[in-house]
């Protein structure tokens, strides 16, 4: 699909190109004191919006983001991923939870890989998310992990991927 939406993009390109550069001269910009338009639509599906924030420790959640249904009736679904401090997308692991406009959690995820997309139930017309870097047990291995996973955790992001919006 993005082939042929590239293509026609391109040809459609190239033919205005063409028929601009083969006006007549009856239509020449001299002859109406003005040059000639050329009006062309295009509509382009990119990701519709991005959230970024940054992490404030392991047991503090971010503030909600508000994730805003497009149609109840579809499930939406919003890509999840941490970054390091010099930007370079992570890897780390992360705790996720959904909650519905009346403020009950209806979706609870731990110990998430990054770069996750998550979907949600539909049927809510937005809904709040939180998240925070995952924090592993206080053993030995638990504290070399949480020294890890916090300098994977330092910024994030929330890519609305379909039927959704910030």
């Not at 109406?32 to 959640?61: L, R």
């Amino acid at each position: 699909m993005r082939f042929f939406k590239k293509a026609m993009c391109t040809s459609l390109a190239v033919l205005t190109i063409t028929v601009g550069a083969s006006l007549p001269k009856a239509i020449a910009p001299e002859a109406y004191g003005s040059a000639p338009a050329v009006i062309q639509v295009m509509d382009a599906d990119a990701a519709c919006a991005v959230k970024t924030g940054y992490f404030n420790g392991y047991d503090y959640w971010t503030g909600y983001t508000y994730v805003y249904s497009k149609n109840t009736n579809k499930k939406a679904k919003v890509k999840i991923c941490t970054f390091d401090n010099m930007g370079w997308r992570s890897g780390g692991n992360i705790d996720i939870k959904v909650y519905s406009p009346n403020g009950s959690c209806i979706k609870s995820l731990t110990d998430i890989d990054t770069s996750y997309t998550l979907t949600l139930p539909k049927g809510y017309s937005y809904y709040k998310i939180k998240i925070k870097p995952h924090r592993y047990s206080n053993s030995i291995w638990g504290q070399g992990e949480n020294f890890l996973n916090m300098g994977r955790c330092v910024m994030w992001s929330m890519d609305a991927k379909s039927n959704c919006t910030f």
